[in-house]
């Protein structure tokens, strides 16, 4: 479980969070929505460590984040994995060297061994015969695929997901959200997603965080996030034409 | 209150300078807009004394950042295995592939000092194998570590900014971050291991290469006979402006990755920022050599 308490960050004289309470539960895909510009992406870096809050804690498990020195908060980093928006591939390695980059990094297993780990990953995320490949020349979808195969590589307790859907078809995109949803449910670990795109929260939404200007403003999940009578989320989540549609 | 208008007129003799139509009818529409100018000239002069007051911030903020940059890039790499193995690729990219344009230069340069040199001897007292000893001092102490030095912090320092900072913009340095990486010792650290290592091996092989160049010159013009030349290389020798010119260039390759390293690794935004940030790198770079060439030069040779 992972839990942020009064976060709140500024970027010169402007506030981004304001005393963002939230938790995020074990085995269950946790989506934080928001408007662009809301403050999601801030809040998920904070999180993860790659901001300092200004004020508030991040604990994870019981353990304060916010409070640990480089030493700790570095052994506590190899228990998480993250999904960048452009997937964030290393452009001088191939998809293989990708993927063990983390194995090589920390562990000290033959070499066969970390073979055999990334080509169990890869092929849990649909990926074959792509060992080779740069990723330049990858398509966008198999691109965040390795990223999550490298994400996974290191059998992480946290998965933070920033916009996984960007830049990607709609059936792409599905194919992407159901991966995220069946890797937390299948090694039981705390998943974040942060998202604007409705179709991954009305599949994957086990628990939902609506962030309004960098406020904590709702929290609730799939199936009640269509018929509450917040207005805000309304405004958010019924703003295009598809979603009123289906409200209507 | 008069008109302006017919003042000028009165003294006028119809070559003024000043055209009577361009101004303006209305006097008190001249006072405005001479309150105006006043007022923009205010401003101008606040805002040069607010852009020099935020220059000279900048100037200690990026040093005090380049300083605790370098703390984190100077700590104990995580896999010494991985260190040895970026090490072997950035003496390759950094050093081998600069072969090429290090030996170009170093051959003309040295060859553009003996002619010059050749050329401006015109007393017969002073003996011809003075050319091959002012070709050896020139290339040996200033030539070889300092210019090339500086068209190294072009190529190489362009390079290092260019590559950090796409990673920074691409959010690989972040993922690195997130996977429990000390990204700026893997990523900086060896960079400027490579470049203190193999820079004076490229210096050596420049002034190699610039002193063959002045002998070559002075064989195909005529101007200096071939034992000439060698009894001038010969002369006074002292092994000490070796030392002096590879001190000199250990200096200038820490400075050339290190600050390269830093713009690169400082960079915030996309590809423009990521062109900026390597302009900056040749550009800071050049300058510190420039500056620490006359410290360096001062220290050890006085």
Redesign the interface.
Same mark, same amino acid.
């Given at each position: 479980m992972i839990e942020g308490r009064n976060i709140s960050k500024k970027f010169g004289d402007h506030q981004v969070l304001k005393r963002v309470s939230c938790s995020f539960e074990k085995g269950k895909t946790n989506l934080i929505i928001g408007q662009s510009g809301s403050g999601k992406t801030v809040l998920m870096k904070c999180l993860?460590?790659?901001f300092e809050v200004d004020e508030g804690m991040v604990v994870y498990d019981d353990r304060n984040f916010t409070q640990m020195n480089f030493e700790a908060?570095?052994?506590?980093?190899?228990e998480?994995?993250?999904l @960048?928006?452009?997937g964030?591939?290393?452009?001088s390695m191939n998809v293989e060297q990708n993927v063990m980059?983390?194995l090589?990094?920390?562990t000290s297993r033959p070499e066969d061994e970390k073979l055999d780990r990334v080509n169990f990953v890869l092929n849990r995320v649909n990926l074959e015969n792509v060992n080779k490949l740069m990723p330049s020349e990858l398509s966008g979808g198999m691109r965040k695929r390795v990223a999550i195969a490298r994400a996974i590589a290191?059998n992480p307790q946290y998965l @933070?997901c920033d916009e996984p859907n960007s830049g990607l078809d709609p059936q792409t995109s599905g194919v992407i959200d159901h991966l995220i949803q069946e890797i937390t449910q299948e090694y039981n670990i705390t998943t974040i997603v942060n998202t604007h795109d409705m179709n991954s929260v009305l599949s994957i939404g086990d628990s939902v965080v609506f962030i309004y200007q960098g406020e904590f403003w709702w929290q609730g999940d799939k199936s009640t996030i269509l018929h509450t009578d917040n207005q805000k989320l309304n405004d958010f989540v019924f703003g295009t034409e598809l979603t009123s549609r289906l409200k209507k | 209150m008069f008109a302006p208008n017919t003042l000028i007129n009165s003294y006028g003799s119809g070559k003024s300078t000043i055209k009577l139509n361009s101004l303006p009818d209305d006097w008190l529409a001249c006072q405005t807009r001479i309150r105006n100018l006043m007022i923009l000239k205010r401003q101008f002069s606040g805002i040069w004394y607010f852009s020099k007051k935020h220059y000279m911030l900048k100037v200690f903020s990026n040093i005090g950042n380049y300083v605790m940059l370098m703390q984190k890039v100077f700590s104990r790499p995580?896999?010494r295995q991985?260190f040895w193995k970026q090490l072997i690729h950035e003496i390759n990219s950094l050093g081998l592939e600069s072969l090429g344009i290090v030996a170009f230069i170093s051959v003309f340069m040295g060859a553009v000092v003996a002619i010059q040199t050749a050329y401006n001897i015109d007393s017969p007292l002073i003996p011809m194998s003075m050319v091959g000893f002012t070709t050896r001092q020139s290339v040996i102490l200033e030539f070889s570590p300092t210019v090339i030095s500086l068209i190294l912090a072009g190529k190489v320092g362009s390079r290092i900014a260019s590559e950090i900072g796409?990673?920074r913009v691409?959010?690989?340095i972040?993922?690195l971050?997130?996977?429990?990486?000390?990204s700026a010792n893997y990523l900086i650290f060896p960079k400027i291991t490579a470049s203190v290592l193999i820079n004076p091996v490229l210096i050596v092989f420049s002034m190699w290469l610039g002193i063959l160049g002045g002998w070559f010159a002075m064989s195909a013009s005529g101007l200096v006979s071939t034992n000439d030349f060698i009894e001038g290389i010969r002369i006074d020798f002292e092994g000490y402006t070796i030392f002096y010119a590879l001190t000199k260039t250990v200096f200038f390759a820490f400075i050339i990755s290190s600050i390269s390293g830093f713009f690169g690794y400082m960079t915030n935004g996309g590809a423009l920022e990521v062109g900026q940030a390597s302009t900056k790198a040749v550009v800071f770079s050049s300058i510190t050599i420039i500056l620490f060439n006359l410290v360096l030069t001062q220290l050890l040779l006085t």
């Amino acid at each position: 479980m992972i839990e942020g308490r009064n976060i709140s960050k500024k970027f010169g004289d402007h506030q981004v969070l304001k005393r963002v309470s939230c938790s995020f539960e074990k085995g269950k895909t946790n989506l934080i929505i928001g408007q662009s510009g809301s403050g999601k992406t801030v809040l998920m870096k904070c999180l993860v460590g790659l901001f300092e809050v200004d004020e508030g804690m991040v604990v994870y498990d019981d353990r304060n984040f916010t409070q640990m020195n480089f030493e700790a908060r570095k052994k506590l980093r190899q228990e998480i994995g993250m999904l @960048f928006q452009g997937g964030a591939l290393f452009d001088s390695m191939n998809v293989e060297q990708n993927v063990m980059f983390p194995l090589n990094m920390f562990t000290s297993r033959p070499e066969d061994e970390k073979l055999d780990r990334v080509n169990f990953v890869l092929n849990r995320v649909n990926l074959e015969n792509v060992n080779k490949l740069m990723p330049s020349e990858l398509s966008g979808g198999m691109r965040k695929r390795v990223a999550i195969a490298r994400a996974i590589a290191m059998n992480p307790q946290y998965l @933070f997901c920033d916009e996984p859907n960007s830049g990607l078809d709609p059936q792409t995109s599905g194919v992407i959200d159901h991966l995220i949803q069946e890797i937390t449910q299948e090694y039981n670990i705390t998943t974040i997603v942060n998202t604007h795109d409705m179709n991954s929260v009305l599949s994957i939404g086990d628990s939902v965080v609506f962030i309004y200007q960098g406020e904590f403003w709702w929290q609730g999940d799939k199936s009640t996030i269509l018929h509450t009578d917040n207005q805000k989320l309304n405004d958010f989540v019924f703003g295009t034409e598809l979603t009123s549609r289906l409200k209507k | 209150m008069f008109a302006p208008n017919t003042l000028i007129n009165s003294y006028g003799s119809g070559k003024s300078t000043i055209k009577l139509n361009s101004l303006p009818d209305d006097w008190l529409a001249c006072q405005t807009r001479i309150r105006n100018l006043m007022i923009l000239k205010r401003q101008f002069s606040g805002i040069w004394y607010f852009s020099k007051k935020h220059y000279m911030l900048k100037v200690f903020s990026n040093i005090g950042n380049y300083v605790m940059l370098m703390q984190k890039v100077f700590s104990r790499p995580q896999k010494r295995q991985i260190f040895w193995k970026q090490l072997i690729h950035e003496i390759n990219s950094l050093g081998l592939e600069s072969l090429g344009i290090v030996a170009f230069i170093s051959v003309f340069m040295g060859a553009v000092v003996a002619i010059q040199t050749a050329y401006n001897i015109d007393s017969p007292l002073i003996p011809m194998s003075m050319v091959g000893f002012t070709t050896r001092q020139s290339v040996i102490l200033e030539f070889s570590p300092t210019v090339i030095s500086l068209i190294l912090a072009g190529k190489v320092g362009s390079r290092i900014a260019s590559e950090i900072g796409t990673m920074r913009v691409t959010e690989q340095i972040d993922a690195l971050e997130i996977m429990g990486v000390n990204s700026a010792n893997y990523l900086i650290f060896p960079k400027i291991t490579a470049s203190v290592l193999i820079n004076p091996v490229l210096i050596v092989f420049s002034m190699w290469l610039g002193i063959l160049g002045g002998w070559f010159a002075m064989s195909a013009s005529g101007l200096v006979s071939t034992n000439d030349f060698i009894e001038g290389i010969r002369i006074d020798f002292e092994g000490y402006t070796i030392f002096y010119a590879l001190t000199k260039t250990v200096f200038f390759a820490f400075i050339i990755s290190s600050i390269s390293g830093f713009f690169g690794y400082m960079t915030n935004g996309g590809a423009l920022e990521v062109g900026q940030a390597s302009t900056k790198a040749v550009v800071f770079s050049s300058i510190t050599i420039i500056l620490f060439n006359l410290v360096l030069t001062q220290l050890l040779l006085t």
